[in-house]
């Protein structure tokens, strides 16, 4: 056979397989080298095979990760949160953002204060209505508000943007006070309940130690925050503009799924 070029030989146009073969020249550590053949299978021995979407590499919610770019990852069922009781129809149980089963507390509400606790829900859901429980009444109306931790002007978590504010709830006497609503909730989101009064009922309250702590000052943690000197008759603040904090229970706002 005549001497060829490398460049000249015909392509192979297929992919390497495992029965092709070809020369080397292998180094004899003494300077020299001696001709051996190796075969497809061997030079692919070790050698990762061509990652396949679901067969040899998992997918996340059935997403690829395959591919350039960032995968996001989140939100949804598969989102992380922290609510007790799960939701869910068994014994028609609602949801709160007590995550610790403590005794309920109670706490009496100063006039046009505005008394906000983290929320964090595990799951997506939708509220149908919002309720609170006023153990002793007291005159005027109050409202139960969400806010998103996202603040328009201030990057440090605290409460932000109003989200939902219910109509005005009757103060005036005892018992539960709901509004129907439809609210969604979404996984791994952190959100603030907060309740407003015109004057001061006493109203069912988690207990301090069965909440999130939204921080803490010193060696004290900080369940929740505080505005004051809110005026009840200009409506719910958007954007929330807490003032202080408060280390008391706080108004028990439950949720209901729809």
Partial sequence: MADIKISQLTAKASDLANTDEFAIAEDDGAGGFVSKKITG???????QET??????????????????????????GGGG????????????FATSASITAKTPSSNTMQSNEILFHVYYPAQDYTCGSFRINVRTAS????????????HPTVNDGRPGALLYSSTDLDMTTTGVKSVTTTFNFTAGTVYYLAFQCEASPNVTAIHKDALIPCGTNGTLLIPAFRQ???????????PAAINTFDTSAQPMIIMYKQ
């Fill in 41 to 47: 299978a061997e030079i692919k021995g070790g050698l």
């Fill in 51 to 76: 990652l396949v979407s679901g067969t040899n590499i998992k997918t996340i919610n059935g997403t690829s990760v395959l591919g350039s770019g960032d995968l996001v990852v989140g939100g949804g």
């Fill in 81 to 92: 949160g922290i609510q007790s009781p799960i939701i869910g129809p068994v014994f028609n």
């Fill in 139 to 150: 005159t005027g109306v109050g409202r139960i508000m969400v806010y998103s931790a996202v």
């Fill in 228 to 238: 004051i000197n809110s005026s009840y008759s200009s409506g719910a603040p958007n």
